[in-house]
T-cell receptor
């Protein structure tokens, strides 16, 4: 059974600070996704990581994947209030493209 | 118009009722999925379909059934709703090749 664990589950950080969200998974997989969800909204795709060592960056967010350690990170640089949301990592099963999601990290950026 | 449309957006019903949630998409994707989201639990996969003739159970399929009426339509049914099926339900689609899934706006279902 594929398990996906995110930490922390809740994160309150000040504007301008840096922080990293971690996503560990239990079974070999070659695809990992990061999504953002605003309150009451749907999920928006942020990054797709399809190989070991993959790194993707968009604005103040950078995601990386280490398939050997079964670990992905989402790094936030110089946080701003607009980044407040819940962030999910999701891992694809090798047998297809169904996803297993982590429980999400609820991020609040305060002045 | 949204690429992935879910109806209804909100539904309140009583225990024991049969409920159908509908999902339609204009993205032309073969793969479609149903998830439920509960606070603090993330999204859990209920059923998924890779084409009209291929339907697979997910992690939490008990109490649910699905129908893939066409490439563009994938419906989720609760045959006899119970209160612990109260949740936010999402439909999603994806192309092949590992590209990300695209989610609908969700259906908020409350069972009294």
């Amino acid at each position: 059974e594929l398990k996906v664990e995110q930490n922390p589950l809740f994160l309150s950080m000040q504007e301008g600070k840096n922080y990293t969200i971690y996503c560990n998974y239990s079974t070999t997989s070659d695809r990992l996704y990061w999504y953002r969800q605003d309150p009451g909204k749907s999920l928006e795709s942020l990054f797709v990581l399809l190989s070991n060592g993959a790194v993707k960056q968009e604005g103040r967010l950078m995601a990386s994947l280490d398939t050997k350690a079964r670990l992905s990170t989402l790094h936030i640089t110089a946080a701003v209030h607009d980044l407040s949301a819940t962030y999910f990592c999701a891992v694809g099963l090798n047998s297809g493209y169904a996803l297993n999601f982590g429980k999400g990290t609820s991020l609040l950026v305060t002045p | 118009d949204a690429d992935v449309t879910q109806t209804p957006r909100n539904r309140i019903t009583k225990t024991g009722k049969r409920i159908m949630l509908e999902c339609s998409q204009t993205k032309g994707h073969d793969r479609m999925y149903w998830y439920r989201q509960d606070p603090g639990l993330g999204l859990r996969l209920i059923y998924y379909s890779f084409d009209v003739k291929d339907i697979n159970k997910g992690e939490i399929s008990d109490g649910y059934s699905v129908s893939r009426q066409a490439q563009a339509k994938f419906s989720l049914s609760l045959e006899s709703a119970i209160p612990n099926q109260t949740a936010l339900y999402f439909c999603a689609t994806s192309p092949p090749g590992g590209q990300p899934q695209h989610f609908g706006d969700g259906t908020r279902l409350s069972i009294l």
